[in-house]
């Protein structure tokens, strides 16, 4: 089990509708990135948080937005919510830059959400 | 774009053999390539990292080579037990700006049977 907790567990909400998702990095860990992960696919990455700013963004579009909190915990917001945001999200936190030298991603248990 | 490819089919292996997983990509050599293990509604688990300038790395019943040339790298997972049973993922990063910023493929499902 790794440091990292994710709430909710599950969610459904329907078409339309805004969600907020939350997650709690491992203790010391300053960065934190977040992944959609479709059923059958591998995670992909939709941005990192460093330091409380945006670093980095994948290929998702603005209505995926997100925040990080001075004490490295951090938040997804999705808007206008579409049947394809249907997905495990997950967020990983990492070391601070420099200190570890494998930068191995600690991986909460992610949140199931349906959009009916 | 780069594309990462696993073997999409499940592997089936006997107890105490040792499964063989591939990972291809195309396009840039990461700095990193890592591997992870994730089991059903569960986030993945670091297992393994090995750098663009190293060739092999283990860890217990794990082993990991990296072919810059070929874009290719092998998992291998040595005297399997059931318990090994879940899917693995590998990720690159690219890591000189990119830090975590990790790209997956899709994973290969692996099945230990007694």
């Known amino acids: 089990e790794t440091g990292v907790t994710q709430s909710p567990t599950h969610l459904i909400k329907t078409r339309g509708q805004q969600v907020t998702l939350r997650c709690s990095s491992q203790?010391?860990?300053?960065?934190v990135s977040w992944y959609q992960q479709a059923l059958g696919q591998g995670p992909q990455f939709i941005f990192q948080?460093?330091?409380?700013?945006?670093?980095g963004r994948g290929n998702f579009p603005p209505r995926f937005s997100g925040l990080q909190f001075p004490n490295y915990s951090s938040e997804l917001n999705v808007n206008a919510l579409e049947l394809d945001d249907s997905a495990l999200y997950l967020c990983?936190?990492?070391?601070?830059?420099?200190?570890?030298?494998?930068?191995?991603?600690?991986f909460g248990p992610g949140t199931r959400l349906t959009v009916l | 774009s780069q594309k990462i490819e696993q073997n999409s089919e499940a592997l089936n292996i006997q107890e105490g053999k040792t499964a063989t997983l591939t990972c291809n990509y195309t396009n840039y050599s990461p700095a990193y390539l890592q591997w992870y293990r994730q089991d059903p509604g569960r986030g993945p688990v670091f297992l393994l990292l090995i750098r663009e300038n190293e060739k092999e790395k283990r860890k217990e019943r794990l082993k990991v080579t990296f072919d810059t040339t070929l874009k290719q790298s092998l998992f291998h997972i040595t005297a399997s037990q059931p318990a090994d049973s879940a899917t693995y993922l590998c990720a690159l990063d690219r890591a000189t700006d990119s830090w975590g910023k990790l790209q997956f493929g899709a994973g290969t499902q692996v099945v230990v049977t007694p």
């Open positions: 948080y460093y330091r409380e700013e945006e670093n």
């Open positions: 203790s010391g860990h300053n960065t």
């Open positions: 990983a936190s990492s070391s601070p830059r420099g200190t570890s030298g494998d930068n191995e991603q600690f």
